[in-house]
């Protein structure tokens, strides 16, 4: 079975300007989170997605949004991005079907200058 | 008090020896507990989860629980130089709370 697939995997941007990442599933996983992970604050929690409804979110501004598609990929953006939006975005898929068990995207590395 | 806590290292064993991970979390109701290796550079991988009381074992690997202590921990057995990597510990509350809430993780270096 295919793990979970992040694109772009490197991103360079600039403050002001907005970024979309991309993540497909695993085959069959119909739940979608995604995370951000900063040396200081670690592995920190944005939203999740379940049949194209965001079922959860974490305490992030709202210029973090996200969707997802019938087919499960999901997309998040960020808008007007900050020096401090730099990291490393993960997106995690579950098949939900008893505990969770949530694997891991390679993630995408976003650098704001 | 943290929701998920993890001393952060980092932790060197010698090569053969038992690690011992340690994570406490502050809320009762959590169901269900995970921990991931993470490798310097690279994305979190799902070692073990647990749910019950008491032990899990897989391989050199072992999982422990104990909610009336709400403690988890993650031993690993015949530790080698390629279990050098970050844990993390994380937590799911259960129902339709989907996330997990990591702790921030224990560096672990295995010497040969």
């Known amino acids: 079975k295919a793990g979970v697939t992040q694109t772009p995997r490197y991103l360079i941007k600039t403050r002001g300007q907005q970024v979309t990442l991309s993540c497909s599933p695993i085959?069959?996983?119909?739940?979608v989170s995604w995370y951000q992970q900063t040396p200081g604050q670690g592995l920190q929690f944005l939203f999740e997605?379940?049949?194209?409804?965001?079922?959860n979110k974490g305490n992030f501004p709202g210029r973090f949004s996200g969707r997802q598609f019938s087919n499960s990929r999901s997309e998040m953006n960020v808008s007007t991005l900050e020096l401090g939006d730099s990291a490393l975005y993960l997106c995690?898929?579950?098949?939900?079907?008893?505990?969770?068990?949530?694997?891991f995207g390679p993630g995408t590395r976003l650098t704001v200058l | 008090q943290k929701e998920v806590e993890q001393n952060s290292g980092p932790l060197s064993v010698p090569e053969g020896a038992i690690a011992s991970l340690n994570c406490t979390y502050s809320d009762r109701g959590s169901q269900s507990f995970f921990w991931y290796r993470q490798y310097s550079g690279k994305s979190p991988e799902l070692i073990m989860f647990?749910?019950?009381?008491g032990d899990k074992e897989d391989g050199r690997f072992t999982a422990q629980l104990n909610k009336a202590s709400q403690y988890v921990s993650l031993l690993i057995r015949d530790s080698q130089p390629s279990d050098s990597a970050t844990y993390l510990c994380?937590?799911?509350?259960?129902?339709?709370?989907?996330?997990?809430?990591f702790g921030k993780g224990t560096k672990l270096s295995v010497k040969p």
């Open positions: 085959s069959g996983h119909r739940s």
């Open positions: 997605y379940f049949s194209e409804t965001q079922r």
């Open positions: 994380a937590v799911n509350k259960g129902g339709s709370q989907g996330n997990l809430i």
């Open positions: 995690a898929s579950s098949g939900r079907e008893s505990y969770n068990e949530q694997f």
């Open positions: 647990i749910y019950s009381n």
